[in-house]
């Protein structure tokens, strides 16, 4: 494989300490509302994909003929997302739910120099604090990080989410 | 038997005084609950599924009427029956999965084996049971619902076999299910993959929402302005919306800008006039709609119609296309169950835009549905206000309702009971008349 390098490419490989890092980063940069840091994890033409559930046992796999929770590609899309939580015209936004990521089991694989995959589990405890009740939503993220300009972002996240049946709302900063 | 609640107390319907009130009791009283469920969702006709939802012979899903669980299944000679979903023995459910293929079902208790017509064909070491003449005597199949009835490839079913046929429980509305299905020479079909969501409030807030025009510039305006925004820009990575590219709900539009209509039995429609044009995905089908269909019809096909079939069924087609069934859970929880409702053999791309559009404004995910949600959950709180026990939302357009229709549902030859055409600010209420006029109907036993 090292035959190719780019003598001036810098290549930070990611290994699983990396990884670990860099999606409690992503998750940090959630649970304390930092959207705009958040945005900036993420390349401009990102993948950002949450699958419905198409009965007990399988989920959705072909977003252009089935139906998915989330499905945006395009990092502008995410930006909508942050602009209508902020705008003040959403009542759903208006006292805005606090939440933590837990993120575990961390398995990365490298694609190659330039591009990793992550594997994780999730919890997200979100509180409403509109009604004071908790709910917490699990599952698994995949991640794919490409590096750009020496810098890793988010080039695609699924969010494979298990307990699907959403209690009123959830939102990008509730998964 | 004393009747705990008066309908005079729940429902204030005087037409001659122009007095239209719904009492606050109907969303916050258990006990009132408990009755609508036996005698509103148990009592009458209630949607149960669409007939592609179990194609091929031995296909099933399951579902509830009311609080009865029940199985839609196609049997082997391609029937579609409805059975309640458990077993004669010990009531147990017999079915657990949403959807399947099986000629024959165990019950996961004690073995008793029913075939896909319903019929039992196994008891379990029946010979060795010492069982009494009596016990012959019982029918060991699965329960049957009382009635079981499909229009076009919806199904409905009811657990009281003393109601009206259901053509004529249908009604007029069915010329409103013909504008959703006749969008394909081969009917519609639900896009897979299902979401459900519950809200911590009373059932008839969804009920009442579906039809309610005057929320969408109030509720929505985030969503709005990311419309305004995304029609500005005209990037290709941004999800395009329909709904921007019609004016019926902009408050400067003038003139006709849509209505409502109200029918029989509850069901209710309201429409807004939505340019034939590419914001829609359904232009690629413009002109053989008019061939097959007439420009009028096709028109129609067009428009935003929100249609409720009482009690449980809403199909919402403005930007994209839904279908929604009401399942109450208690008098402040409900669980919606939701698809996206398709025509067969649209292209590829017209399927690509109409999921997209979907997901952004109609999941509990996307940018519009949580703030309906919470709104309904902000009202189930205030529901508890005592001292005025009248609302006071349902109120709009009752001077505005004429019996019968008018020139626009003409073109399809639509005769409702009541009708309302509007601009864009009337945003009429009286077609919530017909729900609770029906519910009041469906709980007239239950009431003094």
Redesign the interface.
């Given at each position: 494989m090292g035959d190719t390098h780019d003598a001036g490419a810098v290549v930070t490989a990611i290994g699983q300490v990396e990884a670990a890092a860099f999606l409690a980063r992503e998750a940090l940069y959630l649970d304390s509302g930092d959207y705009d840091a958040w945005l900036d994890l993420y390349t401009v033409?990102c993948l950002f994909w949450?699958?419905?559930?198409?009965?007990?046992g399988t989920q959705?796999d072909d977003?252009?003929?089935?139906?998915?929770?989330?499905?945006?590609?395009?990092r502008?899309?995410l930006e909508?997302?942050i602009?209508?939580i902020r705008?003040g015209?959403?009542?759903?936004?208006a006292v805005m739910p606090r939440v933590a990521h837990m993120i575990g089991n961390v398995l990365a694989e490298t694609i190659d120099e330039s591009r990793v995959r992550i594997d994780s589990s999730f919890i997200v405890n979100v509180n409403d604090v509109?009604?004071h009740?908790s709910h917490a939503y699990f599952g698994r993220y995949e991640h794919e990080l490409r590096l750009e300009d020496d810098t890793w972002k988010i080039s695609r996240k699924i969010i494979r989410l298990m307990n699907?049946?959403?209690?009123?709302?959830?939102?990008v900063y509730g998964? | 038997m004393t009747k705990r609640f008066a309908l005079r107390d729940l429902v204030d319907d005087r037409p001659q005084d122009g007095v239209f009130r719904v009492n606050r009791t109907l969303f916050r009283d258990p006990a009132l609950f408990d009755l609508e469920m036996k005698h509103v969702f148990e009592g009458g006709w209630v949607f149960i599924g669409l007939s592609t939802q179990a194609e091929n012979p031995n296909d099933y899903f399951t579902g509830f009427i009311g609080r009865v669980p029940i199985i839609v299944s196609r049997d082997g000679k391609g029937e579609l029956r409805c059975f309640v979903n458990a077993c004669p023995h010990k009531g147990v459910r017999l079915i657990q999965k949403l959807c399947g293929n099986a000629s024959r079902h165990v019950c996961p208790y004690h073995s008793w084996t029913f075939d896909s017509a319903g019929t039992n064909r196994n008891i379990k070491w029946k010979k060795a049971g010492c069982y009494g003449a009596g016990f012959d005597e019982e029918n060991h199949d699965l329960a049957t619902v009382a009635r079981f009835g499909e229009y076009r490839g919806f199904l409905f079913a009811s657990l009281n076999p003393d109601v009206p046929t259901l053509d004529e429980h249908l009604g007029e509305a069915r010329k409103l299910i013909d504008l959703v299905v006749d969008k394909s020479p081969e009917g519609i079909e639900l896009v897979p993959g299902r979401v459900t969501f519950t809200y911590a409030a009373n059932w008839k807030m969804q009920l009442e929402n579906c039809s309610d025009q005057y929320h969408f510039t109030s509720t929505h305006p985030s969503y709005i302005r990311i419309l305004d925004q995304r029609a500005k820009e005209q990037a290709s990575e941004v999800v395009q919306s329909s709904i921007g590219a019609a004016d019926f709900w902009q408050e400067d539009a003038s003139g006709v800008t849509g209505g409502t209509f109200s029918f029989d039995h509850g069901h209710v429609l309201n429409w807004g006039v939505m340019p034939v044009s590419a914001a829609l995905p359904e232009y690629e089908h413009a002109e053989t709609w008019a061939a097959l269909h007439g420009a009028a019809k096709r028109n129609w096909m067009f428009n935003m119609r929100n249609l409720t079939i009482f009690p449980n069924l809403q199909i919402a087609e403005n930007a994209s296309s839904q279908m929604r069934v009401i399942r109450p859970i208690a008098h402040n929880l409900t669980e919606m169950q939701t698809w996206c409702i398709a025509p067969r053999g649209e292209s590829a791309k017209a399927r690509s835009f109409r999921i997209r559009q979907y997901e952004d404004f109609f999941n509990p995910t996307g940018m519009a549905t949580p703030d309906d949600t919470v709104c309904y959950e902000e009202a189930q709180t205030g529901m508890a206000e005592q001292q005025r026990p009248w609302l006071q939302g349902h109120a709009r357009g009752l001077m505005a309702s004429v019996p019968g229709g008018n020139d626009f549902g003409d073109m399809i030859d639509l005769k409702p009971a009541h009708s309302v055409l509007a601009d864009a600010q009337l945003c009429d209420e009286s077609l919530f008349g017909s729900y609770y006029r029906a519910w009041a109907t469906r709980m007239t036993q239950a009431l003094s």
């Open positions: 033409d949450m699958p419905a559930w198409r009965d007990d959705t977003p252009e003929r089935e139906l998915s929770l989330i499905y945006y590609h395009g502008r899309n909508d997302r602009q209508r705008s015209f959403s009542v759903a936004s509109r009604t009740r699907d049946v959403v209690p009123t709302m959830l939102d998964i | -």
